[in-house]
């Protein structure tokens, strides 16, 4: 479970272009569960996840995973028991090493990394059984450089490199903007998989109220850096959503 | 002739050293590390240093390794801890061994002719060639252990190395001290060859690593099994009897800087619109896939 408390953030602080962007913000995350953050661009979602992930620091509160205390940890600290997925394919994976290298990395998440050789022969079996399982037939292109594989695969690669050491908590932050409705669709039955096999508690921002209703078990919607909405996914259809979601903000445009 | 290919050979050789250095911090890093220019002539000094102490030629010259890695040191800090941008960062440190080097030895030229070098221990080209295939060796091998993919993996995407839980600035200072190590390594063995250390001998000297580097790229371009070292290696072989041939047939001395700087900027131009048209492609392409999976979406 993940707790966030009393926690603000403001960018350029003491300029004219001060930004508040959360003000003393309160939230639990439920275990192996999927809570999918919606809101308008600006409105602080990906703020709120690169807080928790650690690349930003808070100015003031605190970031409780699984009962410990992150706040302090820097990044690569708190990575390991993190995964994290980006918009861009290019930010989960190596793109000049191959496929066979980038899944051998990582799987040594968190561990000593070693003068010993990276890829060993005793472990390719289970590198080929989860490439298997992503179901894109990447195992039998275990030599091809990730930089020529296509948008959807590097981002499927990157799914399972940010999950397959089962981390405490995944971020997805519009982790299919990038790719066409179709790629986007199959990455997004792949995410559920993938997140529901290794039971990980996932927080997934998403602009397409479809994959938010469908894929997430309950919807927070954020504007200015503050919960406007919080419903269990099941209690809405997509066009009450979209619907909350017009009258909200393209009414506070006009 | 023979001879003019076999110093030719001998001189890459020593250049070879300093372009696989130049590949970790230019390929590797993605950094362009002009420390480089003030490294090189600092492992000529170390070395007139040591030896004249009375220390053998191999500790000498292998000394000139160790301390030669500080200057990586020192322009990582300046770019991780104080955060300057990386070209300045590099051309600070150059300025500082500039005047390091003048200190070391109190002069701003040591001939070394009296002195024992490593080219005394056999035939100056066999020693040459064994010590470039054991560094060679050595770095191919460590490239390929879990903490040198880490090294690559942060040229590549930092935010990866970080998501694996290690600290990229790290793998960078490591990269950088290993890197200035082997130029100041490669400065000691020139000093040894030519007979004396100079302060003007770094000078433009990033310029040969880049041009051996984009040479050795260029000639193997469509063997992607080749390591970047061997690449580095026949790349400043070849820059070297090219440019030797030239100077043979009457090119100036002089002139040979400009070329070189000449064939790093035809390289990059080349390589810069190969890529943009790589690109423009590959978009029109991915438009086209998306159109297509729209209509799929749609019907
Ligand atoms: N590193 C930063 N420096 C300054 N302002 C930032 C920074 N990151 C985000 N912001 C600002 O904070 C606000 C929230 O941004 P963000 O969290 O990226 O929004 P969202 O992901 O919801 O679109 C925006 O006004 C944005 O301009
Ligand atoms: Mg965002």
Do not use: W
């Not at chain 1, 990157?158 to 669709?185: I, Q």
């Not at chain 1, 406007?228 to 997509?238: G, I, Y």
């Amino acid at each position: 479970m993940l707790k966030i408390v009393n926690l603000s953030k403001s960018f350029n602080t003491g300029t004219e272009n001060e930004i508040k962007v959360f003000d003393n913000l309160n939230l639990q995350i439920e275990a192996n569960k999927c809570t999918a953050i919606i809101g308008p661009n600006g409105c602080g979602k990906s703020t709120l996840l690169n807080l928790i992930g650690g690349s930003i620091s808070p100015d003031q509160g605190q970031i409780i995973l699984n009962g410990k205390d992150v706040t302090k940890l820097k990044e690569e600290e708190r990575a390991i028991y993190i995964g994290k997925v980006h918009q861009n394919p290019y930010m989960g994976v190596s793109p000049s090493l191959t496929i066979l290298e980038n899944i051998a990395l990582a799987d040594k998440k968190g561990e000593k990394f070693t003068l010993r050789r990276l890829i060993k022969r005793k472990n390719m079996d289970r590198y080929i059984e989860l490439l298997e399982s992503i179901d894109l037939g990447l195992e039998n292109k275990l030599n091809t450089k990730v930089k020529f594989l296509s948008g959807g695969q590097r981002q499927s690669l990157a799914l399972l490199m940010a999950a397959m050491k089962h981390p405490d908590l995944m971020l997805l932050d519009e982790h299919t903007a990038a790719l066409d409705p179709r790629t986007s669709r199959i990455i997004m039955k792949k995410t559920k998989e993938l997140i529901e096999k290794y039971s990980i508690t996932t927080i997934m921002i998403s602009h397409n109220m479809r994959d938010a209703i469908e894929y997430s078990d309950r919807i927070i919607m954020l504007d200015k850096g503050k919960v406007v909405l919080d419903k269990p996914s099941k209690s809405l259809t997509e066009d009450q959503l979209l619907d909350i979601y017009r009258r909200r903000f393209e009414e506070s445009i006009a | 002739m023979n001879s003019l290919i076999i110093t030719s050979i001998e001189q890459g050789l020593i250049f070879a050293i300093l372009a696989m250095g130049v590949v970790i911090s230019y390929k590797i890093l993605n950094m362009a590390d002009l420390s480089v220019e003030g490294t090189f002539p600092f492992g000529a000094f170390l070395f007139a240093k040591f030896i004249s102490m009375g220390m053998n030629p191999i500790v000498s010259t292998l000394m000139a390794f160790c301390i030669g890695t500080l200057a990586g040191l020192l322009t990582s800090v300046l770019f991780t801890k104080i955060r300057i941008k990386p070209l300045l960062a590099g051309i600070l440190t150059m300025t500082i061994l500039y005047s390091v080097n003048l200190k070391i030895n109190g002069k701003s030229n040591i001939p070394l002719f009296s002195y024992d070098s490593v080219f005394n221990l056999g035939n100056a080209l066999v020693v040459l060639v064994i010590i470039v295939l054991i560094i060679k060796i050595i770095l191919d091998l460590f490239l390929k252990t879990e903490t040198g993919y880490l090294l690559i993996a942060t040229g590549d995407n930092e935010s990866l190395v970080r998501s694996l839980g290690k600290n990229s600035n790290m793998y960078k200072t490591m990269g950088l001290m290993l890197a200035n190590g082997l130029v100041a390594l490669s400065g000691a063995l020139m000093a040894q060859m030519q007979g004396f250390a100079d302060i003007t001998m770094g000078s433009s000297i990033i310029v040969v690593a880049l041009a051996s580097i984009i040479i050795g790229d260029t000639i193997m371009k469509n063997s992607h099994k080749i390591e970047n070292t061997t690449r580095a290696i026949l790349g400043a072989i070849i820059y070297k009897i090219i440019g030797g041939i030239a100077i043979d047939l009457g090119l100036d001395p002089q002139d040979l800087k400009a070329i070189s700087a000449i064939i790093v900027i035809a390289f990059i131009f080349y390589n810069n619109s190969m890529a943009d048209l790589l690109e423009l492609r590959k978009r029109k392409v991915e438009l086209r896939n998306a159109k297509n999976s729209q209509s799929v979406q749609e019907f």
